[in-house]
């Protein structure tokens, strides 16, 4: 079984920096994307950002410039480093991981979610 944690939430004042992180563990042979995503209340779950097991990335128009993401494929690990902090990035934010486990059947697995609050 494989799952991915996330860690990192919590409130802070606009204009802060926050970085969150996403741990895979489990049965893992391989993880090509791995990407967070974010919902807000009442509104979908939307990209924020994502990335390939190559370092390819990409980001919604929304936070282009201020967050970044990265990942260490050592250690199934993703970040999502936000500076310039709006109150309109107030969300749950979910890692969300696709590849394969070792048996060879394909990979996708969701996070419980970190709440980012952002007070103006």
């Known amino acids: 079984q494989v799952q991915v944690v996330e860690s990192g939430g919590g409130l802070v004042q606009a204009g802060a920096s926050l970085r969150l992180s996403c741990a895979a563990s489990?049965?893992?042979?391989?993880?090509?994307?791995m990407g967070w995503y974010r919902q807000a209340p009442g509104k979908q779950r939307d990209l924020v950002a994502a990335?390939?097991?190559?370092?390819?990335?990409n980001y919604a128009d929304s936070v282009k410039g201020r967050f970044t993401i990265s990942r260490d494929n050592a250690k199934n690990t993703m970040y999502l480093q936000m500076t310039s902090l709006k109150p309109e990035d107030t969300a749950v934010y979910y890692c969300?991981?696709?590849?394969?486990?070792?048996?060879?059947?394909?990979?996708?697995?969701w996070g419980r979610g970190a709440l980012v609050t952002v007070s103006s």
């Open positions: 969300n991981a696709n590849g394969t486990v070792r048996s060879g059947l394909g990979l996708e697995v």
């Open positions: 489990g049965s893992i042979f391989s993880i090509t994307t």
């Open positions: 990335i390939t097991s190559g370092g390819s990335t």
